[in-house]
């Protein structure tokens, strides 16, 4: 009798160690994927400059995701006044924007901060 339980303590203790192998195995082979992200940055004015605003944000995305690449649009909305869409690359184990999006609002001349488009990338 104690025999037997001993086996199967010992039966246990092997199928826990293989259960822990492989959540470990599991844990290594799940990586978070990469996303895309365009943030679109209205200034208060049409004389507001778009430059140093991309300047200001840009810093800011480079300290929120390491990230210093960045593609830059100026895109016409009405009346000469022009929409800053800034697109970057972040890992999506980053989680929400928000926090970014907060700091970029407090950015001179700029009035409002939306994220237009995200998506995962593949590979």
Do not use: W
Request: charge should be negative.
């Amino acid at each position: 009798m104690v025999k037997e339980k001993l086996l199967d303590v010992n039966i246990a203790e092997r199928l826990q160690h293989n259960l822990n192998v492989q959540v470990v195995d599991l844990q290594d082979q799940t990586k978070m994927a990469q996303v895309i992200v365009t943030l679109q940055i209205m200034p208060n004015s049409p004389d507001a400059s778009l430059d140093d605003i991309y300047e200001n944000a840009s810093k800011l995305i480079k300290e929120f995701c390491n990230e210093s690449e960045f593609k830059r649009e100026d895109s016409p909305v009405a009346f000469g006044l022009k929409a800053l869409k800034i697109t970057f690359v972040m890992d999506e184990e980053k989680g929400s924007t928000e926090t970014l999006e907060e700091q970029i609002k407090e950015v001179e001349n700029v009035q409002s901060v939306e994220v237009v488009d995200v998506r995962r990338t593949i590979g």
